[in-house]
Nanobody, 128 residues
Framework: QVQLVESGGGLVQAGGSLRLSCAAS????????MGWFRRAPGKEREFVAA???????????YYGDSVKDRFTIFRDNAKNTVYLQMNSLKPEDAALYYC??????????????????WGQGTQVTVSS
């Protein structure tokens, strides 16, 4: 059973930065694609970013339109951890951020149904 634990959330001013971490245990981390989703109050869960498992091609990253060019996802397989670097934060980025893992197809990497395991979430608050 894969377990995911997020950390790094907090309160930041608009324009600031945060780095979220997601530590994985219980599986072969390099074989999982990892994703970040978020849910703001009253809104649907939204895809933020994802990173593929390691292949001979390297890794592929994916981003939601609202965070492209501001957020960066990367992974450290030696530490079984995936990160989300968030820059130029806006009040609309405030949400509960979840980490997720999947060994399934990359075709579903942008949808919650494509993931097998989820963390409990870490709260990000952005003040204007």
């Amino acid at each position: 059973q894969v377990q995911l634990v997020e950390s790094g959330g907090g309160l930041v001013q608009a324009g600031g930065s945060l780095r979220l971490s997601c530590a994985a245990s219980g599986g072969t981390f390099s074989r999982f694609a990892m994703g970040w989703f978020r849910r703001a109050p009253g809104k649907e869960r939204e895809f933020v970013a994802a990173i593929s498992w390691i292949s001979w091609r390297g890794v592929t990253t994916y981003y939601g339109d609202s965070v492209k060019d501001r957020f960066t996802i990367f992974r450290d397989n030696a530490k079984n951890t995936v990160y989300l670097q968030m820059n130029s934060l806006k009040p609309e980025d405030a949400a509960l951020y979840y980490c997720a893992a999947t060994s399934g197809s990359a075709q579903r990497i942008r949808v919650p149904e494509g993931y097998d395991y989820w963390g409990q979430g870490t709260q990000v608050t952005v003040s204007s």
